[in-house]
């Protein structure tokens, strides 16, 4: 049996993942974490073959998460399975010791594929394009929600109420984002949003 833990903090992903991978044979799923530190707390006294972790986890980074794991763990075997499609993120989980990448709206066949063939001790990577300048930057969860939000044509006193910061705080957010993606209004931000499905 491949003992198969997953990391995600989305429940419906979480519970369908769970269900298809239960109904597989020689598959067992020994447990589900939906943070960082509820992932770290598993590891302590329990292991896996192989973990499904999402990239943007509510209080770390899935490539920072995936390198203490494995700096603990050396032996398990890690796939990201994420929305991004930027190459930064598969070239960094790359660097932190995953096996392979996966983005979330893989089939279901790829998947099972893709966990038999790391917990082979083989890696899963599909090539993605280099992009442009914008495909290579990584951004932090907050600035993702926030850029989202922005999309959605929220001001930044009503992005302030909805995430519970200042409205100092969010504008410091919304600068950060214009820099980062050389964007030069709210346009261009709606536009990188829309382009990387983040809305």
Known sequence: MIRVFIVDDHPMVVEGLSTMLQNMTDIEVVGVAYNAKSCL????????????????????????????????VPVVKILALTNF?????????????????????????????AIHTVCAGEEYWKDFPRGDSKSNVVLTRREVEVLALISEGLTNQEIADKIFVSTSTVDSHRKNLLSKLQAK???ALVNYAMKNKII
């Open 85 to 113: 499609e930027q190459r930064i993120y598969w070239e960094k989980m790359k660097q932190s010791g995953a096996s392979g990448y996966l983005l979330k709206n893989t089939s279901a066949s790829e998947l099972l594929d």
């Open 185 to 187: 209004n709210t346009a």
């Open 41 to 72: 707390g598993y590891f302590v006294s329990n292991t896996a073959d192989v973990i499904l972790m999402d990239i943007n986890l509510p209080d770390k980074s899935g490539i920072d998460l995936c390198m203490e794991i494995k700096r603990r």
